[in-house]
């Protein structure tokens, strides 16, 4: 019977081990500029860490009501997340930027200025949740406006815009940081950067009173902003 009782022993210790290995599924709710360029990278590493736990994300360029969609967080500029929910801090700040391609600018000059806008072909970005035009926001020496463009393309995801903007169909409103490889290689020009602030970057945002798993707990470390 002894080596029965080892046996048990044995598997007992197993189911132990089982139990206290962080498991689960969790969903996640994001734009795309954030799924892309600051999920999946911390992603990568945490999941081969964990393989017992599962992720589930969801690119949804709009506002979404985390709790009645039933996702466990979702990704939001700072500015953007409701009082009454946690935020966690998982990007750097961030800004945004004016492209176009330089042939685009053979034939025209470069804007000084905000309203300067009116005499260009512009790409833009449909909001999901309302189905209007996001207006480009801009501010400096404390005056801030907000222009709203006309153009010949219309997407509903930044990598889109990029795309439109390097074949040389206008200008286009995007995250500072998914122009600057295109910047640096010259296939891009910015304009009007000092009409661009810097803001609070992507926070990853869940009810107050939901209750953390020991998976949740894990990827909201892995994801923390540690700059």
Known sequence: MAPRFQEIETELAALSELRD?????????????P???????????????YPDIKVEIIVY???????AQRYDAGVRAGEQVANDMIAVRIGPDMRMAVVGAPSYFKTRLEPKKPQDLIAYNYINLRLATHGGLYAWEF??????????????????????MLNA???????????????????????????????????????????????????????????????
């Open 21 to 33: 290995k962080p498991a689960g599924t969790i969903r996640i709710t994001a734009t795309d500029h």
């Open 35 to 49: 799924a892309n360029t600051i999920l999946w990278p911390k992603l990568v590493t945490f999941l081969r860490g």
């Open 61 to 67: 360029n709009g506002l979404t009501d985390i709790v």
């Open 139 to 160: 501010e400096k020496g404390g005056h801030k406006l907000k222009v709203r463009v006309e153009g010949q393309l219309v997407f509903n995801g930044t990598a889109q």
């Open 165 to 227: 903007a390097l074949a040389g169909f206008g200008l286009a409103y995007v995250p500072e940081d998914l122009a600057q490889p295109h910047l640096v290689k010259g296939r891009l020009t910015q304009v009007l950067a000092d009409w661009c602030p810097s803001f609070a970057g992507y926070h990853l945002y869940y009810p107050s009173r939901r209750q953390s798993s020991a998976a949740f707990a894990l990827l909201v470390d892995a994801l923390r902003h540690r700059g």
